[in-house]
């Protein structure tokens, strides 16, 4: 699991393609200075598994449904990525819940900018137009960001977020333009609940508040369960 904080800018050292796979190596000091043999490592916005290290750089394998999925696709040699490692047990969660897992990719659409801000419009597909929202959080490359305005319809839906500076030199966003393709993930609540609702879940799933130990059903009498009396809980 990772945060959205993006810790280091690297590079696309090399690129070997292996039929319908590819096996990368990135350039990455910070990222790398702990790395070991199956660590997890997110390559803008992408988890990716640590094969090999030296001080510099890491090696990963990227599968096809990877490729198919994301910007990693015909990726070359020399090309700026966003890196981040997996999260530690009580790190601060400076972003939101990031697994690594992106739903696809967005295109830049415009970019507007201020005084001290750029605010950048990507494009949102129909399926994944229902999973954001307004002041909702999202990853775009790896980086954690509020939506700060949402549009459109399912065929047309689009999203903006506003970067401020640090964002804009912390990671590839800034260097991003108008026609350039990013890595989505969605917010992994938004995801679980359009799942539930496509299944039609929602009416049968019990619920915690109505249904759950020791809760009795609006109007009817409380009630304790037996096992309410025992502390703690085997597994």
């Not at 065929?155 to 964002?167: A, Y």
């Amino acid at each position: 699991m990772f945060t959205g904080i993006i810790e280091e800018i690297g590079r696309i050292e090399r690129v070997e393609t292996t039929g319908d796979a590819a096996r990368i190596t990135v350039r990455g000091p910070l990222v790398v200075s702990d790395a070991r043999h199956g660590d997890s490592i997110s390559v803008s916005g992408v988890c990716l598994t640590v094969v090999a290290s030296t001080s510099e750089t890491f090696t990963a394998d990227v599968m096809a449904q990877t490729l198919a999925m994301s910007t990693l696709a015909g990726v070359a040699e020399g090309r700026a990525v966003n890196l981040e490692r997996a999260a530690a047990v009580g790190d601060r969660l400076g972003g939101h819940i990031v697994q690594g897992h992106i739903d696809g990719t967005a295109t830049l659409l415009s970019i507007t900018d201020g005084s001290a801000w750029r605010v950048v419009r990507f494009s949102l597909d129909p399926q994944h137009a229902p999973l954001v929202v307004d002041k909702g959080s999202i990853a775009v490359d790896g980086t954690s960001l509020t939506v700060s305005a949402v549009g459109g319809g399912l065929t047309d839906g689009w999203f903006e977020v506003s970067l401020i500076p640090e964002t804009l030199t912390a990671t590839t966003l800034g260097e991003r333009t108008v026609g350039d393709s990013v890595n989505i993930e969605t917010d992994i609540l938004a995801r679980h609940v359009e799942r539930m609702l496509s299944l039609g879940l929602h009416h049968t799933l019990p619920s915690s508040v109505t249904d759950g130990p020791g809760i009795a059903p609006a109007g009817s009498p409380a009630s304790v369960p037996e096992s309410a009396t025992t502390v703690g809980s085997s597994r």
